[in-house]
Nanobody
Framework: VQLQASGGGLVKEGGSLRLSCAASVRTYTFSRYSLGWFRQAPGKEREFVTAIGRSSSSTYYTNSVKGRFTISRDNDKKTVYLQMNSLKPEDTAVYYC???????????????????WGQGTLVTVSS
């Protein structure tokens, strides 16, 4: 399984970006994955951002992005999205998508829970 993340870039504080992560698997297989986004800021450890279960109604966000970020998935396109609004300089990081085959409502929050990882896309928020 390959995950290809895209959509990163340079944006001013308060701006928006939408990240995408496309999977190279069959649609049926993708629908059985829980998906997550993590990020790693310079000099810091990788941290959990958000996850979505096999059901789109099952999502979980770290506190610092609640109300600003939205995760969604399109099984037909085999893609998970991260809509980021009201961006702050502290959101600057390399963002990684991840996937794991799991049960319907499971939204993993630790990186060791995930099996597959994308290559990362850089988001830079200027003040």
């Amino acid at each position: 399984v390959q995950l290809q993340a895209s959509g990163g870039g340079l944006v001013k504080e308060g701006g928006s970006l939408r990240l995408s992560c496309a999977a190279s698997v069959r649609t049926y297989t993708f629908s059985r994955y829980s998906l997550g986004w993590f990020r790693q800021a310079p000099g810091k450890e990788r941290e959990f951002v958000t996850a979505i279960g096999r059901s789109s109604s099952s999502t979980y966000y770290t506190n610092s992005v609640k109300g600003r970020f939205t995760i969604s998935r399109d099984n037909d396109k085999k893609t998970v999205y991260l809509q980021m609004n009201s961006l702050k300089p502290e959101d600057t990081a390399v963002y990684y998508c991840a996937a794991v085959g799991t049960i319907m409502t499971f939204t993993p929050t630790t990186d060791t829970d995930y099996t597959y990882w994308g290559q990362g896309t850089l988001v830079t928020v200027s003040s």
